[in-house]
């Protein structure tokens, strides 16, 4: 399984980006697989970000990211995407994909086996 994460960037404070994550793999079943978006910020830990279920309409934001940020998902084309709008600075940090494989919507990186290089968002202020 692999997953390609791309649309990261520098931004002004207040500007959107979008973020991609493109899912491929002989055995990985992307309509079934619970994906995630993860961020890590300089020099902290890695933490959740939003969150969809393959079960359809259940999605999962941080408090951080909620209002501002919007987590969709294209079946047909393998990809997961992250809308971020009214971006801040300290959303800055490498932002991963993730993707659980008939799991469910969740927040706790260890319930991911799958992950995505990650690509840098910062955001000037």
């Known amino acids: 399984v692999q997953l390609q994460a791309s649309g990261g960037g520098l931004v002004q404070t207040g500007g959107s980006l979008r973020l991609s994550c493109a899912a491929s793999g002989r055995t990985f079943i992307f309509s079934h697989s619970a994906m995630g978006w993860f961020r890590q910020p300089p020099g902290k830990e890695r933490e959740f970000v939003a969150a969809?279920?393959?079960?359809?309409?259940?999605?999962d934001y941080a408090d951080s990211v909620k209002g501002r940020f919007t987590i969709s998902r294209d079946n047909a084309k393998n990809t997961v995407y992250l809308q971020m709008n009214s971006l801040k600075p300290e959303d800055t940090a490498v932002y991963y994909c993730a993707a659980d494989l008939f799991g469910s919507s969740s927040r706790t990186i260890a319930n991911y086996n799958h992950w995505g290089q990650g690509t840098q968002v910062t955001v000037s202020s």
């Open positions: 969809d279920s393959w079960r359809g309409g259940s999605t």
